[in-house]
């Protein structure tokens, strides 16, 4: 395993730069996740780790060696790409042992080895077939397999179960969760999937324009987001940002109603996550809205609204039968509130 280090790193493509002075450090054995929109430099990032993507600016160190001329093949890293990249004329046997068949590792060697990564990733009934036999998930389950069976110092995921559906997509991301505990090695991870980012990383990293956002656990970035950005990034269904002006102490919407709330002097937009703001009429009261549509997720449903200038999304429960075209009371409810002033800037609540 290995720490991987990133000081200063710049990414430019003629005029346009993708990655701003990039200082980031992974330490030995840390599942870090690279998230955010498309566009924003991530997949980018991972490739500067690999060599496959030159470096402007900086450097980049994996354990101590400064790897910026380093070809890709002398950095011991292993990557799983979103295409399975499997050789289709291979079995799954070949394919997950032909990085080690071209090191000229002996027969016996290769066979124990991936007799031992099939049996960890349930591909023991598997190894005779060829890769148009096998579904979605289990052929991103062989090109795991032929990273792993290396024993890399680092795994470099780039966005490995975007071409799943959703139950392929969970299915895959366990067992990415367990392989994480058995292995232990350094590994970072690209995907613009918040649930991907929430359930797999120690850390998570949001970039937006090539740009640290946030750095921090997963839990620790969604409670306490730096700005807007991030706050409407992280959270299913995404964050309400309501424009307020402070009157005070008191924030005043922009339709001139009054919320009990108190703020800090230079809010000038309240974040509310749908889940603390609910149809009915426990908590602070918000006020009425009209109901756009209503999204039934199984235990939860939530109500699109319109309320003032901006949409809302509400959490309705289960004793509130809404119907979309009709108008609801939704109230604040909870202690997952957010000010920020008009730079988008996080401010404290006890400022």
Same mark, same amino acid.
């Given at each position: 395993m290995a720490q991987i280090r990133f000081v200063g790193v710049r990414k430019a493509f003629g005029d346009v730069v993708i990655v701003k002075n990039l200082d980031l450090d992974v330490a030995d054995g840390e599942f870090v996740v690279l998230v955010g929109p498309s566009g924003c430099g991530k997949s980018t990032i991972l490739r500067m780790i690999a060599g496959l993507e030159s470096i402007t600016a900086g450097d980049v160190y994996i354990g101590d060696r400064r790897v910026n001329d380093v070809p890709p093949k002398d950095r011991d890293i292993a990557m799983v790409f979103q295409s399975?990249?499997?050789?289709?004329?291979?079995?799954?046997?070949?394919n997950i042992g032909f990085g080690l068949a071209v090191r000229k590792t002996p027969p016996a060697e290769i066979k124990q080895k991936v007799d031992e990564v099939a049996a960890r990733l349930g591909l023991t009934p598997l190894l005779?077939?060829?890769?148009?036999?096998?579904?979605?998930?289990?052929?991103?389950?062989v090109a795991m397999g032929r990273a792993i069976v290396r024993r890399p110092r680092a795994f470099l995921f780039d966005e490995p179960l975007s071409n799943l559906d959703a139950k392929l997509r969970s299915d895959v991301r366990a067992d990415l969760a367990r392989l994480r505990r058995q292995l232990g090695t350094t590994t970072v991870y690209v995907t613009h999937d918040q649930v991907e980012a929430m359930t797999l990383a120690d850390r998570v990293v949001v970039l937006e324009g090539g740009?640290?956002?946030?750095?921090?656990?997963?839990l620790e970035v969604y409670a306490r987001p730096n700005n807007v950005f991030v706050a409407g990034f992280?959270?299913?269904?995404?964050?309400?940002?309501?424009?307020?002006?402070?009157?005070?102490?008191?924030?005043q919407l922009d339709d001139g109603r009054s919320l009990k709330l108190t703020a800090p002097p230079n809010t000038a937009t309240l974040g509310v996550r749908p889940q603390s703001l609910v149809v009915g009429t426990d908590g602070i009261l918000f006020g009425e809205v009209e109901v756009d549509v209503v999204e039934r997720l199984g235990a939860e449903s939530f109500a699109?609204?319109?309320?003032?200038?901006?949409?809302?999304? %509400?959490?309705?429960?289960? =004793?509130? @039968?809404?119907?979309?075209?009709? *108008?609801?009371?939704?109230?604040?409810?909870?202690? %997952?509130?957010?000010?920020? =002033?008009? @730079?988008?800037?996080?401010?404290? *609540?006890?400022?």
């Amino acid at each position: 395993m290995a720490q991987i280090r990133f000081v200063g790193v710049r990414k430019a493509f003629g005029d346009v730069v993708i990655v701003k002075n990039l200082d980031l450090d992974v330490a030995d054995g840390e599942f870090v996740v690279l998230v955010g929109p498309s566009g924003c430099g991530k997949s980018t990032i991972l490739r500067m780790i690999a060599g496959l993507e030159s470096i402007t600016a900086g450097d980049v160190y994996i354990g101590d060696r400064r790897v910026n001329d380093v070809p890709p093949k002398d950095r011991d890293i292993a990557m799983v790409f979103q295409s399975y990249a499997l050789y289709p004329h291979l079995t799954v046997r070949d394919n997950i042992g032909f990085g080690l068949a071209v090191r000229k590792t002996p027969p016996a060697e290769i066979k124990q080895k991936v007799d031992e990564v099939a049996a960890r990733l349930g591909l023991t009934p598997l190894l005779d077939r060829k890769p148009r036999q096998l579904s979605g998930g289990q052929r991103q389950r062989v090109a795991m397999g032929r990273a792993i069976v290396r024993r890399p110092r680092a795994f470099l995921f780039d966005e490995p179960l975007s071409n799943l559906d959703a139950k392929l997509r969970s299915d895959v991301r366990a067992d990415l969760a367990r392989l994480r505990r058995q292995l232990g090695t350094t590994t970072v991870y690209v995907t613009h999937d918040q649930v991907e980012a929430m359930t797999l990383a120690d850390r998570v990293v949001v970039l937006e324009g090539g740009v640290v956002q946030q750095i921090g656990a997963p839990l620790e970035v969604y409670a306490r987001p730096n700005n807007v950005f991030v706050a409407g990034f992280l959270g299913t269904p995404t964050m309400n940002f309501i424009a307020v002006k402070v009157d005070a102490g008191t924030l005043q919407l922009d339709d001139g109603r009054s919320l009990k709330l108190t703020a800090p002097p230079n809010t000038a937009t309240l974040g509310v996550r749908p889940q603390s703001l609910v149809v009915g009429t426990d908590g602070i009261l918000f006020g009425e809205v009209e109901v756009d549509v209503v999204e039934r997720l199984g235990a939860e449903s939530f109500a699109l609204c319109r309320g003032g200038k901006q949409p809302l999304t %509400a959490l309705m429960r289960a =004793d509130h @039968q809404v119907k979309p075209g009709h *108008a609801a009371p939704l109230a604040i409810t909870g202690d %997952a509130i957010h000010f920020f =002033d008009a @730079q988008g800037v996080r401010i404290e *609540a006890h400022t």
